[in-house]
């Protein structure tokens, strides 16, 4: 995962650590915070596409985060749907894990449902089709939720 993506200039700030550049990449402002690091907003240098740049501290990385980032990389490596986030590269420095994905514009869907309270019956259709698409459409690819508690076993009789 190391090469010439390690370039990294100072300008941006992620956990004290200033960032302009990774790889090919422009950094722009912070676009959300997760539970391994910060979403950068940012665009490829050459195409000027938009990406989302996840930076996941390496510092943190402790044995059963690592196991959840791997599973989140491999499941996104998987999938390849137009209501699914693709990831298009990851990067390693000496600090971070990075993630760069698409860059969904319109943000999240309950940011949406905050800012204008009850959608409009069409427009609530249309984001639930595209929900139940792309739930269809990991589950067909074997990608299912995993719970972190045991659940109660149920049985038809």
């Not at 990449?25 to 000027?48: D, M, S």
């Not at 943190?60 to 491999?74: A, D, G």
Request: charged share 25%; glycine share 6%; with cysteine.
């Amino acid at each position: 995962m190391r090469g010439s993506s390690d370039r990294i200039n100072n300008t941006n700030t992620i956990k004290s650590k200033k960032i302009e550049m990774v790889g090919n990449y422009k950094i722009l402002n912070t676009i959300g915070r997760g539970q391994f690091g910060k979403v950068k907003a940012g665009y490829h240098e050459l195409t000027k596409e938009r990406v989302a740049l996840k930076f996941i501290v390496k510092a943190n990385l402790e044995s059963e985060t690592l196991k959840l980032v791997t599973r989140e990389i491999m499941i996104m490596k998987l999938l390849n749907h137009p209501h699914c986030i693709k990831l298009f590269e990851i990067m390693e420095t000496d600090d971070f894990l990075i993630m760069v994905m698409e860059h969904a514009t319109g943000g999240e869907l309950v940011d949406l449902i905050i800012a204008h309270g009850r959608l409009q019956e069409q427009v609530a259709r249309r984001f639930f089709r595209q929900l139940v698409s792309a739930i269809d459409y990991c589950h067909s690819m074997h990608v299912v939720p995993i719970s972190r508690y045991k659940t109660r076993e149920y049985s038809l009789r």
